[in-house]
């Protein structure tokens, strides 16, 4: 859902401007041929290919058995709020206070949303990588604030470097999103990289928002997360959630950690408009925190094997991919091919019925590319490689 | 090394060592030699398939879980007994319990009488053995990790962002 540049996204009188900005998902033509097909293979999802492990939607289950269906408290049920902040400081030694500095959401989605919502007036500036996250340009447009893009590239493993981010601070930059590890390009950040954005961010006194829900995908190294970062604390929003970790996407949890003046405004918001997070998915959540961990581990070596798979296959067909370190989704270059991404996803998709998405739908730097999901069956995989190999001979230039 | 070979064979005894070699990150070559060691060392006993017989017409087996009582040797304890019960082919699988029996038996035969001629012609008579009570099987929800009948989930959305 990036912003049309062209202007000719259709006006409607009874819809808002605010609405009207946004331009529809760029993928809409895809379920359109999608809906007739039969025999698809699909590296064309964002998500993980397990079910919730049982254990964790059994609490669910005997949560509503016993009559656990009322609002929880606005921010969140307390053992849940409390065993998040745990977790955060025995994985990344950082201290939030369950009471006032985490507010539970509906996904990351939501405490995105919040997040812009509760530091941005009308035509302030985020900074934000391009490609990007589908989200996070509509939520900055949403909150009448301005994306600006810094572009980044395959030759530097999609990183972002400080200085890039930099050039682009006018009077007007109120803050920095970043989300590694990334979707769409599987990108992850080096903690020295890291660092030198949150000297910019101090240096020019910028709240930092940093989308981790992948943060526990990643693969032969370790994630720094930007809130652990010395004296960045004070301007940090740190997002997580369960969805990709726990293989919990459909629960719709997630939560933002930040010091309490921000937390407080996020909440206020939440109130008006969300109330409170589903109160099963809290309970389920509760649980994925206690005894979910061997689970984490375990899909996370399973979507390591498939990510090598891939990625050397991507290579070895002739699509260049250079190594993601994080999430579950390759990158690979088509510029090889003599067709844009819209054009290589969808003739891919008509001719050899793969789906991947098309880099473009995350940004103009984007373009290029395509997204491959590699959460789906090794068979699948291989055979997706297979058709995409014949499909690659056909085109190339 | 070994241990992510074995994680991947036991999940599909047919990945091949090149596939290996690529998930692990070393040469076929090295995954080939690691194989050969493990099955040298009875790490890998062997390569099975796990079949839904019951979707095989004409093709039904009897299976059947034994509880057997008996009476521990001095010395050798329940090991002897075991050892001559494991040589009956029709045991598949052989367990010495805690609880209210000692060892528990997975029986397999053509049909219901065949397996209760097991029982009353060889396992009875085997000196030690104080009682054995038959369940035998009528449905197999889930083996060996995987679910049998019913276990169609969910569907995926083909893409989502």
Redesign the interface.
Same mark, same amino acid.
């Given at each position: 859902m990036s912003v049309k540049e062209s202007g000719h996204t259709p006006k409607y009188k009874l819809i808002s401007d605010r609405a009207n900005r946004l331009s529809p +998902? =760029?993928?809409r033509k895809?379920?359109d041929l999608?809906m007739n097909m039969e025999g698809?293979i +699909?590296l =064309? $999802?964002? /998500?993980p290919?397990y +079910?919730t492990p049982w254990h964790i939607s059994e609490a669910a289950v005997k949560s509503l058995e016993k009559g656990y269906t009322m609002y929880t408290s606005n921010s969140g049920i307390m053992e849940l709020r409390e065993l998040t902040c745990k977790y955060l400081k025995e994985k990344y030694n950082i201290d939030y206070d369950p009471y006032g500095e985490i507010l539970m959401t509906v996904g990351v989605s939501e405490a995105l949303d919040l997040a812009m919502r509760a530091i941005i007036n009308p035509g302030d500036e985020v900074i934000m990588t391009d490609p990007h996250? $589908?989200a996070y340009d509509s939520c900055v447009i949403l909150a009448e604030g301005k994306p600006v893009m810094v572009p980044t590239y395959q030759k530097n493993n999609f990183e972002v470097e400080a200085k890039d981010i930099e050039a682009k601070i006018t009077k007007k930059t109120k803050a920095i999103l970043i989300g590694f590890p990334s979707n769409p390009t599987g990108a992850v950040m080096s903690k020295q990289k890291l660092l030198d954005i949150a000297k910019v961010a101090k240096k020019h006194n910028l709240t930092v928002i940093s989308d981790e829900i992948y943060a526990r995908l990643t693969y032969d190294m370790e994630h720094t997360c930007f809130a652990s970062l010395p004296g960045v604390r004070e301007n940090t929003i740190l997002l997580g959630g369960f969805s990709k970790a726990y293989a919990m996407t459909g629960w719709r949890i997630g939560y933002a950690v930040a010091p309490k003046e921000i937390i407080a405004a996020m909440t206020k918001i939440h109130q008006y408009t969300i109330m409170s997070a589903s109160t099963p998915a809290q309970v389920a959540a509760i649980e994925a925190l206690k005894t979910g961990e061997p689970d984490v581990v375990e899909m996370t /070596?399973d979507y390591n094997?498939?990510r090598? $798979?891939i990625v050397?296959g991507l290579n070895d067909i002739g699509l260049p991919c250079f190594e993601p370190k994080g999430a579950f989704y390759a990158f690979p270059s088509i510029t090889g091919m003599s067709m844009n991404s819209e054009e290589f996803s969808e003739r891919l998709l008509t001719e050899e019925k793969v789906?991947v $998405?098309p880099g473009s739908?995350f940004g103009a730097c984007g373009e290029g590319y395509v997204r491959c999901c590699y959460a789906t069956s090794?068979a699948d995989i /291989?055979e997706a490689l297979k058709r995409m190999a014949r499909f690659v001979k056909k085109y190339k230039k | 090394m070994l241990k992510d070979v074995l994680k991947i064979l036991e999940k599909d005894a047919r990945a091949t060592d090149k596939q290996i070699a690529t998930m692990v990150g070393v040469s076929a070559a090295e995954v080939n030699k690691a194989i050969k060691q493990a099955e040298k060392d009875k790490i890998i006993l062997k390569y099975k398939t796990l079949i839904n017989w019951e979707r095989v017409e004409g093709d039904e087996q009897v299976w059947a879980l034994i509880e057997v009582k008996v009476k521990p040797e001095p010395e050798v304890g329940f090991d002897s007994i075991a050892e001559r019960i494991a040589r009956f082919e029709q045991v598949r699988s052989l367990f010495l319990a805690s609880g209210t029996y000692d060892l528990l038996l997975v029986v397999m035969g053509k049909t219901e009488h065949k397996v209760a001629d097991f029982v009353s012609q060889n396992l009875a008579h085997i000196e030690g053995v104080q009682g054995t009570v038959t369940h035998f099987v009528l449905k197999r929800y889930k083996d060996d990790g995987e679910i049998l009948e019913g276990g169609e989930g969910a569907k995926r959305q083909q893409v989502v962002l």
């Open positions: +998902s =760029g993928i895809f379920f999608l698809v +699909s =064309g $999802v964002g /998500e290919d +079910s996250y $589908v /070596e094997r498939r090598k $798979v050397k789906a $998405v739908a090794l /291989e | -």
